[in-house]
């Protein structure tokens, strides 16, 4: 294995020392509340922006909380480009708040409009509750954009971790016509395989925060059912063709059980005439753009990311 990044070995001995318990030793309420504890600690200070608005929208399951961010500097009444933003967590932990730190960060570098979407979690709400949740807000908001003052067509997904997967997802929905046009997908560290079967799973057991151990845990609360596992939207890794889909970024980090899974997407992204930008991190752990006050590189790779999607929306 290559060597990390001395600020992330530096950061992951403290953690060590700490005796931070691993995730799939909690109960769900319990590793939320660990996860929501280190934000502080772990995540670049929040930026100032434009605007920030919170609502609720109506879908079949109920009301659906969303975030919109408007980047610092940009028109509130002009139409600007959009990412829907799906954040990870497993499928498990995570919400509107532990990602607001990067959608806010994403918003002013790309001069774009962010929307962060709290979908439903597992195990309480099982697959495939976060994906009907996810595709119900690109609905909704392709739907209202003119009163968001959202381009409408230029509309894009991205999320990181398991919101990577249902970015993935999504987009194979648009590709399909069950969803609106796309104009990208941002994947960052995502899950695309639940069946764990990569590589990756087997070398990184041990020593960071997202072991294989880990990713075993959230899968089993978000897909209780191994059948479900090989559903391509589950798994989109496994889908039967991902041609035609939205120009993809795939960002991977070598210390992480997802890292195969996703460069062996990129590659497929690739082989099938997708666009794709792919970026592979040799000394890097899953979650690297939520360490921004711990690893520098977390920032340097964030701009990267948000000046590809604002490129990206506004591509002709």
Known sequence: MPAFDPQVAEFLEVARQAGRMPFQALPPKQARDNYAASWDALQAPAQNIASVQNLQIPTAAGLL????????????????????????????????????????SLANRAQICVVAVDYRLAPEHPYPAAVEDSAEALRWLTRHAAELHIDAQRIGVGGDSAGGNLAAVLALMSRDGALPALKLQALLYPVVDLTASSDSYRRIQSGVLLTAAA????????????????????SPLLAQSLA?????????????????????????LEDEGVRVQALHLSDQIHGMLMQGRVVAASETVGLAVADWVGAMLRAQ
């Open 215 to 234: 990713m075993h845990y959230f899968i089993g609360h978000y897909t209780p059912q191994a059948s479900q596992r090989t559903e391509w939207r589950a």
């Open 244 to 268: 035609g889909t939205a120009p993809a970024f795939v960002l991977t980090v070598a210390h992480d059980p997802l890292c195969d899974e996703g460069r062996a997407y990129a590659n497929r």
């Open 65 to 104: 909380a969303l975030r919109i961010y408007r980047g610092l500097g940009t028109d509130l009444q002009t139409p600007l480009p959009c990412l829907l933003f799906l954040h990870g967590g497993g499928w498990v932990i995570g919400n509107l708040e532990s990602h607001d730190r990067l959608c806010r």
